[in-house]
């Protein structure tokens, strides 16, 4: 929420800085409004009176042969009029340049202003977009976290419920024999001999059921996790303890001598986020897809299990026993 509000506090800045700016304007252009009427009403009376000069000139040149001295000297002073008035208009055209470049400076300025303190909104929006980006890495990276405690939670119980499993089926069960009978004191030492038939029969019992546990464990469903297949099609790192940040594969074996394995695809985000993104590396050695990797949203899973055969003490797996998955 905090970088929310300063994004609407710089976006009020910016709209500020622009009326700003059209203030500084429109207070250029009233400013040269003036200047340039009072040149051009300047100019027009100056016309005026240059057009009565000539209308004087004319009227005198009617009167030229009564009126000869007046003529010369009004000549003169019609010499020094057109003077003057050329030295006026070229210092009108200098007061409105002046006023010209003046109302420029006006547009300078603002245009300055605008520009500083649109960079410095730039430079806050950029620090909000930051900040906003380094609370979505904060959030994604705890997360991960999470995802990882839960995945670890999970293996733990696993392998808690299969000891206890394992424990259960270790204990031996305790039976009673039905033609027990009651021992009689007699000579020669009958109570021993019988109490040695006794150990004799729980000896077998507990080496059958040592032997029926041995049995079950070597039975049992065997899983190892790898990290990833190298060009040969050969699983590498393969081990029972499953690491949340490398071990893409699982491969479950009927019993810990089995010679053959069925393999999957392991179910963990940040795995599978990361061979999403480079599959020849991580997946198409021992895998097919069944689509592309830019379907990949959130999960890959396994729709048919591949086959891997244990050759010289490494996993590996021909190219018709290949997994088939999926990208979504």
């Known amino acids: 929420m905090n970088w929310r509000k300063r994004k609407l506090i710089n976006m009020n800045l910016l709209k500020i800085t622009f009326l700003v700016l059209l203030l500084f304007i429109s207070a250029s252009c009233n400013r040269n409004t003036p200047d340039i009427n009072a040149n051009s009403q300047s100019l027009t009376e100056k016309n005026e009176v240059q057009s009565e000069v000539i209308g004087n000139n004319g009227s005198l040149k009617e009167n030229s042969e009564a009126h000869d001295s007046i003529v010369a000297t009004e000549n003169n002073s019609q010499e020094e009029v057109v003077k003057s008035q050329s030295q006026n208009e070229k210092s009108d055209l200098v007061t409105l340049e002046e006023s010209r470049n003046s109302g420029w400076n006006w547009w300078l300025y603002g245009a300055l202003f605008s520009i500083i303190f649109n960079l410095i909104l730039i430079f806050l929006l950029l620090k909000t977009i930051n900040s906003k980006n380094t609370y979505k890495w904060e959030r994604d990276d705890i997360t991960i976290g999470k995802d990882k405690y839960k995945e670890e939670a999970k293996f733990y119980k696993e392998r808690l419920a299969a000891l206890e499993d394992e424990k259960r089926k270790k204990q031996v069960p305790k039976t ?8 009689q004191k007699t000579p020669n030492s009958s109570i021993d001999t019988e109490e040695k038939a006794v150990e004799v029969d ?3 019992e507990s080496s059958s059921s040592r032997n029926r546990n041995q049995t079950e464990i070597i039975s049992r469903p065997v899983i190892f996790y ?26 479950i074996l009927d019993n810990i001598d089995s010679d053959k394995a069925a393999f999957e695809i392991v179910d963990s985000d940040f795995v599978l986020r990361m061979a999403a993104n480079s599959p020849d590396t991580y997946l198409y050695p021992v895998c097919k897809p069944e689509n592309s990797n830019q379907n990949y949203s959130s999960e890959i899973i396994t729709t048919k299990r591949g086959i891997a055969h244990k050759v010289d003490g490494k996993w590996q797996v021909n190219e018709q026993d290949k997994a088939t998955i999926k990208f979504q």
């Open 202 to 204: 729980l000896s077998v």
């Open 226 to 251: 790898s990290e990833k297949a190298n060009e040969n099609k050969i699983f590498t790192s393969v081990s029972e303890q499953k690491n949340e940040y490398k071990s893409i594969f699982k491969l």
């Open 176 to 183: 009673e024999s039905p033609n027990t009978s009651v021992p």
